[in-house]
């Protein structure tokens, strides 16, 4: 059974920073692309970042690039995605996704076959 977990989630300040974790049980990551999305309230859920499988590519949504990064231990089946220089339209739940699909759909939410329970972010101004 596939198991996805974000942690790192918090209360934070304009300008500040956190790093998201995401841990899978039941896969092997390096088999997988591994994503962010996050979902606001009000909104549609969507992409944030991606890591192709093995690991080497990544793609982001315009409004995070220089800010986020994300990053994975394929050996420690672990995914990060370190947010620098938060904003408050940055305030959403972040969710952790797996996908096996074609790259050319990796930013399509219904492409992403397992997903995490999400974890708040909430950026104050």
């Known amino acids: 059974q596939v198991h996805l977990a974000e942690s790192g989630g918090g209360l934070v300040q304009t300008g500040d920073s956190l790093r998201l974790s995401c841990v899978a049980s039941?896969?092997?990551?390096?088999?997988?692309?591994m994503g962010w999305f996050r979902q606001a309230p009000g909104k549609e859920r969507e992409f944030v970042a991606a890591?192709?499988?093995?690991?080497?590519?990544?793609y982001y949504t315009q409004s995070v690039k220089g800010r986020f990064t994300i990053s994975r231990d394929n050996a420690k089946k672990m995914v990060y995605l370190q947010m620098n220089n938060l904003e408050p339209e940055d305030t959403a739940v972040y969710y952790c996704?797996?996908?096996?699909?074609?790259?050319?759909?990796?930013?399509?939410?219904?492409?992403?076959?397992?997903w995490g329970q999400g974890t708040q972010v909430t950026v104050s101004s």
């Open positions: 890591s192709s499988r093995p690991g080497s590519s990544t």
């Open positions: 039941g896969l092997n990551i390096i088999n997988y692309h």
């Open positions: 996704a797996s996908s096996a699909a074609a790259l050319s759909a990796i930013r399509q939410s219904e492409m992403w076959r397992w």
